[in-house]
């Protein structure tokens, strides 16, 4: 790698600078990992919602089969005229029937891919004229501020898609904890959860026939060529995906067929033959695993449902009382 020449940030704006610096640092350390929150531009999303739809991709299916046949009992725990905040905000099917069922006051879908966020937005507000669209256009791993309209209204996160599978177990505890934060401390936080399975139901689900799941893990090395001044050769790496008995995760990863030297934004970084780059980590969790990470980051199990081949589970959460908690 050539490590003296600098990142040439000056032209670029504050989102491509920091996906820059990050990917530097990625391609820099060894083993090679990048963050998958950079799967996500308009093509990554509109993928990922090819992904959904895949036979071998169960959590979606079962995730919406709960959100279903569980309506009335959410509906039950829903605060009335609550804002509705849904982190990592993506295509709309969810959230829909959150909006159908509940009395929500307003909704803050809050993302990262700014033009696919108002897209969506613009649709609900269609569809749904009585109720206050506002999107946040935010990486919602870091802290950041709600509309003013809605500080003072009841909160209800929601965060489906086993979306947290993908942080690490601190960095799971770090969002939960700025979740209750940005939430504020009468709220309620909705969230899917993987579970643990047969690996090969799980091998087939990030590993399908038709190659989609390959594509999406790809997209971030186009981005890369188009926003970085990147030369990856797409087909000099390959789509991988393992599962991880050990830390209960599928792994994916961009493995490189040959030996080579790619440039970025005028920095070269070597590959090795069979060298990896880890772009994502899909943690599964037993509810007895989740309801401990839960209490550890400040939020009480309130009501949690699966669905009936129990791959999949919908949690409410509410701010854990310390007053009147034992911990």
């Known amino acids: 790698m050539n490590v003296h020449a600098p990142l040439s940030l000056s032209l670029l704006n504050a989102e491509k600078a920091a996906f820059a610096v990050d990917v530097a640092e990625a391609l820099s350390q060894y083993p090679k990992k990048l963050s998958p929150k950079y799967f996500y531009d308009e093509a990554g999303s509109e993928l990922f919602e090819q992904i959904t739809k895949l036979p071998e991709y169960y959590p979606t299916r079962a995730e919406l089969g709960i959100l279903k046949s569980r309506s009335k009992d959410i509906n039950a725990i829903i605060p009335k005229n609550a804002a509705l905040v849904e982190f990592g905000a ?11 069922e509940c009395e929500f006051g307003a909704y803050v879908p809050v993302d990262i891919s ?12 269609g569809d749904f004229p009585g109720l206050k669209v506002m999107p946040v256009n935010a990486d919602f791993t870091a802290p950041f501020d709600l509309p003013a309209d809605v500080r003072m209204m009841p ?7 086993s979306t947290l599978g993908n942080f690490e177990p601190h960095e799971a505890r770090a969002f939960l904890r700025s979740a209750r934060v940005i939430l504020g401390k009468d709220a309620l936080l909705l969230i899917g959860i993987d579970l643990e399975k047969d690996e090969k139901l799980l091998y087939a689900a990030y590993n399908d026939a038709a190659g989609i799941t390959g594509q999406f893990n790809k997209n971030v090395l186009v981005r890369i060529n188009r926003e970085l001044d990147g030369d990856f050769d797409l087909e000099s790496f390959s789509h991988r995906a393992i599962y991880n008995k050990e ?5 994916m990863h961009l493995i490189a067929n040959k030996a080579q030297t790619v440039n970025v934004l005028g920095r070269s ?7 990896s780059i880890h772009t994502e980590s899909s943690y599964k969790y037993s509810l007895e695993r989740f309801s401990a990470l839960s209490l550890g980051s400040g939020w009480e199990p309130r009501a949690s449902w699966t669905d009936a081949e129990e791959q999949f589970s919908l949690h409410a959460l509410c701010v854990l009382d310390r007053k009147n908690s034992n911990s």
Request: proline share 2%.
């Open 90 to 100: 993506g295509a709309t099917t969810k959230v829909r029937l959150l909006l159908d």
């Open 269 to 275: 970084y070597s590959f090795l033959t069979g060298e």
């Open 155 to 161: 909160k209800v996160g929601f965060f489906p898609g």
């Open 114 to 125: 700014g033009d696919f966020l108002q897209a969506q937005a613009a649709e609900l507000r």
């Open 247 to 251: 830390r209960h995760r599928i792994e």
